[in-house]
């Protein structure tokens, strides 16, 4: 049994990012790791020739194009690693990345998720984050301690390792009913359901920004801020209806995650005349589970 299970979905991924991605998991201090790698039906000539080539990487072809979320759970389902690792096809891992995640599990029994820092690339050019995190233990939590974890942390499913367990355990996987913002219902769950939460300071995830091309486009449309609000509630529903968590935290990860994730992509759009009807949904929402 591997100790990680790297999962990576492709969809038409430019080969020069692919070939990026894939050099630095081979460059890897510690290898004691797995690489599944899961096709959504590319089309392109060349990302479907690297993947054909590529050697001692375990493959998924989907017979139709399933999206993200659903590449991802197939990937958890096909994994055998104690830990898994997301990587999305146009980013890529430091080369001890793993070497760095395998040494503080070790030192932390029984750890759900290990939370990491990134570092974003934009036009090749590196840049760090403004505010770091600091080596932080998260453990038995009061429902108002977990409440600012879960705000504080960042969403995106390739900034933490997870325990395999946990996930099946607690039956955490990716909601596949929309095309995007499916890691904000991932992230949400995931946290408030884990036991043991460790947060590191070391960069070693590096986020390409701005790379249209791949499963994980970056473009933005009020499409996709409509399925990231459904994402937002659908998680605040499952806590709601399956956990123990005190409702007015729950009311507070439901206003955090809107004014600061959901508004944030409506300012990427220039035309929002559409916006009253995406604050509607907010607002009634609210009203029905909170007031």
């Not at 894939?22 to 060349?46: A, H, L, R, T």
């Not at 820092?117 to 770091?132: I, S």
């Not at 600091?134 to 960042?154: A, D, G």
Request: hydrophobic letters at 40%; aromatic letters at 14%; proline letters at 3%.
């Amino acid at each position: 049994m591997p100790f990680f299970s790297i999962i990576i979905p492709i969809y038409n991924t430019n080969r020069v990012l692919l070939e990026k991605c894939f050099d630095s998991i081979k460059k890897q201090i510690f290898v004691d790791y797995e690489i599944i790698v899961i096709n959504d039906c590319s089309v392109n000539i060349e990302t479907i020739a690297f993947i054909k080539n590529l050697i001692n990487v375990k493959i998924i072809n989907n017979v139709d194009n399933l999206g993200l979320a659903m590449s991802r759970n197939i990937g958890i389902n096909y994994s055998n690693g104690q830990y898994i690792v997301f990587c999305d096809s146009d980013d890529y891992l430091s080369p001890d990345a793993l070497d760095i995640m395998h040494h503080y599990i070790k030192h932390i029994p029984n750890l759900d998720i290990l939370s990491y820092e990134v570092v974003f690339c934009k036009n090749d050019a590196l840049y760090k984050p403004k505010n770091g995190r600091t080596n932080t233990l998260y453990h038995k939590l009061t429902n108002f301690e977990l409440q600012p974890v879960i705000i504080q942390n960042r969403v995106p499913v390739w900034s933490h390792c997870y325990h395999k367990n946990f996930l099946i355990d607690n039956n955490i996987f990716f909601n596949d009913a929309k095309k995007f913002g499916e890691d904000l219902y991932f992230h949400i769950l995931s946290f408030a359901k884990a036991k043991k939460i460790y947060s590191i300071p070391e960069e070693i995830y590096v986020y390409r920004e701005y790379v249209n091309d791949s499963i994980t486009s970056k473009t933005i449309s009020e499409n996709k801020i409509d399925d990231a609000l459904y994402f937002l509630m659908e998680a605040c529903n499952e806590l709601l209806k399956n956990s123990n968590m005190d409702i007015m935290c729950i009311k507070i990860i439901y206003t955090f995650f809107y004014d600061n994730y959901i508004l944030l992509l409506v300012k990427n759009i220039k035309e929002h005349y559409w916006f009253d009807s995406i604050n509607q949904k907010y607002k009634d929402f609210l009203n029905k589970n909170f007031n």
